[in-house]
């Protein structure tokens, strides 16, 4: 029999777990320290959650990657889903705190729990503590599920514990385990990692970036906490209308607002996005707002322009543009640029080494019409189809095909630090020896890219990382290497696709950027620096985006 297919208590019988029957083969019989014997078996959007926990933790998976399938296994109603999802993220997100609450109730280390009782504990805990959920009601079915899922002895061990947990309010942990100064109200960043749930290198890390992208010293640890709450809230879905291909208006007439920043975009605070008009068809994408807008600047930046006897991108007038996305999977900007392409009668090859991630990017251009598939190789190479893809690496695009591109993205494989809203169980997993091998593969993706440039073209280089290692430094050095690369007016042309971003009193210029990074007053940082050129960073708490940062260059000189 496969494993699938055997029931839950053979399972528990085979890993010895059995459940506290009465001989006689009648009703479970529970001992004095079981809770509530009310409730029998998990609730269904309780197990969903859980389910989603343990794949986390066991199969290092993605929770929203996950949570869907089990959302659709469980037949969650729309009310159901929503408490899973909270459930499931809060508990994701919060698990800094609730981890240092459950370490003093629990009498051994965390890590020598069982991984499925440390994920049913932080449910539980973030019942107690996160959400609005009775404390009987989070105890009741949080041990109903341990009984259900891992068995009679572990239920026992949650119950306990739990109960321990209930002794004090969030905001009386908080004052035990992470106090702040009563006089400044200052926090340590030990304290902080614990109020706001995040790993303390990624604290020091955000504070830095805060500073290296030109914010305001004053204010610097409030700004920060701002930071950090925006990681922990869940995000808004934001959507996009393929230009010529999407039409926003039955969006919003099925619920949706429109949306403030980028043109063609809307928000929905609803529920599952998937049943909107135009979703399954891909001519309306879910997408955050930050990227929609990294990929629309990348298409608004005149090409040409090239140095002196130089042969300008797109030299022929005839010829149409051809676009470059270099890291594509799996296809987010590769759509909206595919869709651009088309209206501007270019061409884009979207790149992706990942076979997998490849196949993802023909299924996000599969709505804009003219592509050429993943295996039809010989269309691929035809440069005539509005998109076509490329599975390879993006490090070999530049010798292979020197000078051939009018515009190219380089949206870098990256920390995705500025991504954490979105990818609650990111923060954890992420190690701060993760950046010198990706800033190390982002230079060279750069390299490449600068090499696949037409003289007169456009770079763009996106991260959904503030990182100043991944940003302002890369900028710097890639100015360095190529003298024939000029840093554009970035947020000139951010704002000339989303001129709310002026209004929001906020623009995401790095212009006064005290690192004196790439800004346009630190001229001479590179020859290659503009007088204008500036690079820009937009922030969760700022401008409701993830921390998405572009820097626009023009190649002037080969
Ligand atoms: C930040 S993601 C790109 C997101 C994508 N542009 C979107 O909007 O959906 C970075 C991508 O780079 C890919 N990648 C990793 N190594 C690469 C390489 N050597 N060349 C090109 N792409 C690479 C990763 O597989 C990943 O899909």
């Given at each position: 029999m496969s494993e699938q297919g055997k029931s839950r208590n053979e399972r528990r019988n085979e890993q010895g777990r059995t459940r506290n029957r009465g001989t006689s083969g009648g009703p479970r019989q529970y001992s004095a320290s079981a809770p509530s014997q009310r409730r029998r078996s998990a609730d269904p959007s309780r197990l969903a959650a859980f389910e989603t926990l343990t794949a986390v933790s066991r199969d290092d998976a993605y929770a929203n990657l996950v949570l869907p399938g089990r959302i659709a296994a469980h037949r969650l109603d729309k009310r159901d889903a929503g408490f899973a999802t909270e459930l499931t993220y809060g508990a994701l997100r919060g698990q800094g705190f609730y981890d240092a609450v459950l370490a003093t109730c629990v009498d051994r280390?965390?890590?020598?729990?069982?991984?499925?009782?440390?994920?049913?504990?932080?449910?539980?805990?973030?019942?107690?503590?996160?959400?609005?959920?009775?404390?009987?009601?989070a105890l009741d079915s949080t041990v109903s599920l341990v009984r259900d899922q891992i068995g009679a002895g572990p239920s026992g061990l949650v119950n306990a514990v739990l109960r321990k947990v209930t002794a004090q309010d969030r905001e009386a942990w908080l004052d035990q385990l992470a106090p702040v100064d009563e006089q400044t109200g200052a926090a340590s960043d030990a304290a902080l990692a614990i109020r706001h749930?995040?790993?303390?290198?990624?604290?020091?890390?955000?504070?830095?970036?805060?500073?290296?992208?030109?914010?305001?010293?004053?204010?610097?640890?409030?700004?920060?906490?701002?930071?950090?709450?925006?990681d922990n809230a869940a995000p808004v879905v934001n959507l996009v209308a393929l230009p010529g291909l999407g039409d926003l208006q039955p969006v919003?007439?099925?619920?949706?607002?429109?949306?403030?920043?980028?043109?063609?975009?809307?928000?929905?605070?609803?529920?599952?996005?998937?049943?909107?008009?135009?979703?399954?068809?891909?001519?309306?994408?879910?997408?955050?707002?930050?990227?929609?807008?990294?990929?629309?600047?990348?298409?608004?930046?005149?090409?040409?322009?090239?140095?002196?006897?130089?042969?300008?991108?797109?030299?022929?007038?005839?010829?149409?543009?051809?676009?470059?996305?270099?890291?594509?999977?799996?296809?987010?900007?590769?759509?909206?640029?595919?869709?651009?392409?088309?209206?501007?009668?270019?061409?884009l090859l979207a790149n992706e080494p990942a076979e997998h991630r490849a196949r993802l990017v023909e299924n996000a251009l599969a709505a804009v019409p003219g592509g050429a598939s993943v295996a039809d190789a010989a269309d691929a190479a035809d440069s005539t189809n509005t998109w076509s893809i490329r599975c390879g690496d993006?490090?070999?695009?530049?010798?292979?095909?020197?000078?051939?591109?009018?515009?190219?993205?380089?949206?870098?494989?990256?920390?995705?630090?500025?991504?954490?809203?979105?990818?609650?169980?990111?923060?954890?997993?992420?190690?701060?020896?993760?950046?010198?091998?990706?800033?190390?593969?982002?230079?060279?993706?750069?390299?490449?890219?600068v090499e696949a440039l037409k003289p007169g073209g456009v770079l763009g280089y996106v991260t959904c990382s503030p990182h100043p290692a991944e940003t302002v430094f890369q900028v710097q050095d890639v100015l360095k290497r190529h003298p024939g690369l000029e840093l554009l007016d970035t947020t000139g042309y951010l704002t000339t696709v989303a001129p709310a971003l002026k209004d929001a009193g906020s623009e995401p210029t790095e212009r006064s950027a005290d690192s004196g990074a790439n800004s346009g007053s630190s001229s001479g940082t590179s020859s290659g620096t503009d007088a204008t050129g500036n690079t820009s960073q937009l922030w969760p708490h700022l401008h409701a985006t993830d921390a998405m940062f572009m820097a626009l260059f023009r190649k002037v000189e080969s």
């Open positions: 280390p965390l890590d020598q729990l069982d991984r499925p009782v440390l994920d049913a504990l932080r449910l539980g805990a973030h019942q107690l503590l996160g959400m609005r959920v009775p404390s009987h009601a749930s995040h790993p303390q290198w990624i604290i020091r890390a955000l504070r830095q970036s805060l500073a290296n992208h030109g914010r305001p010293s004053e204010g610097r640890t409030a700004e920060l906490e701002a930071l950090l709450d925006a919003l007439e099925a619920g949706a607002e429109p949306g403030p920043l980028a043109p063609g975009s809307a928000l929905y605070r609803d529920g599952d996005a998937g049943r909107l008009p135009g979703v399954k068809e891909g001519t309306i994408r879910v997408q955050d707002v930050g990227s929609q807008l990294t990929a629309r600047a990348l298409a608004a930046v005149p090409v040409g322009r090239a140095a002196p006897g130089v042969r300008e991108a797109s030299g022929d007038l005839h010829a149409p543009e051809r676009w470059l996305d270099l890291c594509a999977g799996p296809g987010g900007k590769a759509a909206l640029l595919a869709a651009l392409a088309r209206e501007q009668g270019a061409t993006g490090r070999d695009l530049g010798t292979e095909q020197p000078e051939a591109f009018d515009r190219i993205l380089v949206d870098a494989p990256c920390t995705g630090l500025g991504a954490l809203r979105r990818r609650p169980e990111s923060r954890w997993r992420r190690q701060p020896s993760d950046l010198g091998p990706l800033t190390e593969l982002q230079r060279q993706l750069l390299d490449s890219a």
